[in-house]
């Protein structure tokens, strides 16, 4: 007496399936703990290390390391904490900082005039989860690159940092 065909009952397969994907969803989030990506369930706050800066540009050090102040704490749901106290820590060096690369001209006048320029920085950087050592994400000799309009050169080496920054959080993130 049952009005549905037979075909659109859901089988004995499928229902033990509805029962059992929530529960294997509940399993991972207990395993990976859903806390900063794939970031170790014990990991809860960050120190972020002033970079070793080995170029003659001063205020590279300190962008760097407010932008990933700011980036790892809001993407990563952790909070700052001095180097004793935290549970990871973001330590590196800033290698070499070239700037005023011509990418493009304007070949209309005389001389033909760089119009657009780019900046490159090469870095060296660790991330290590303090409780145990071991590197959460680490790149040798890294290389960011920004491009700027002649006399911008803020603005590429914004978009170098912001280059460098989103690959460490990514690198992060992606640990598993």
Same mark, same amino acid.
């Given at each position: ?59 590279? $050090? /300190?962008?760097? #390391?407010?932008? +990933?102040? &700011?980036?790892? =704490? ?41 119009? $657009? /320029?780019?900046? #490159?920085?090469? +870095?060296? &950087?660790?991330? =290590? ?48």
């Amino acid at each position: 007496n049952n009005p549905q065909p037979r075909s659109m009952r859901p089988s004995g397969a499928f229902k033990k399936l509805l029962f059992v994907t929530p529960l294997l969803l509940a399993a991972a989030g207990c395993l990976y703990g859903f806390h900063g990506g794939g970031l170790p369930s014990h990991v809860h706050t960050i120190a972020v290390i002033p970079f070793d800066n080995q170029t003659p540009v001063a205020d590279i $050090q /300190r962008e760097i #390391s407010d932008s +990933l102040r &700011v980036r790892l =704490v809001s993407r990563l749901g952790l909070r700052e904490a001095s180097e004793a106290h935290a549970s990871a820590v973001v330590r590196g060096t800033i290698r070499r900082y070239e700037a005023g690369i011509p990418i493009g001209v304007d070949a209309r006048s005389r001389g033909a005039t760089a119009v $657009q /320029r780019s900046l #490159s920085m090469v +870095l060296d &950087v660790d991330v =290590v989860d303090q409780t145990n050592g071991k590197s959460l994400w680490s790149r040798k000799g890294y290389i960011v690159e920004g491009q700027y309009n002649e006399g911008e050169e803020a603005t590429g080496r914004s978009m170098a940092v912001d280059k460098l920054v989103t690959a460490i959080v990514e690198g992060v993130q992606s640990q598993w």
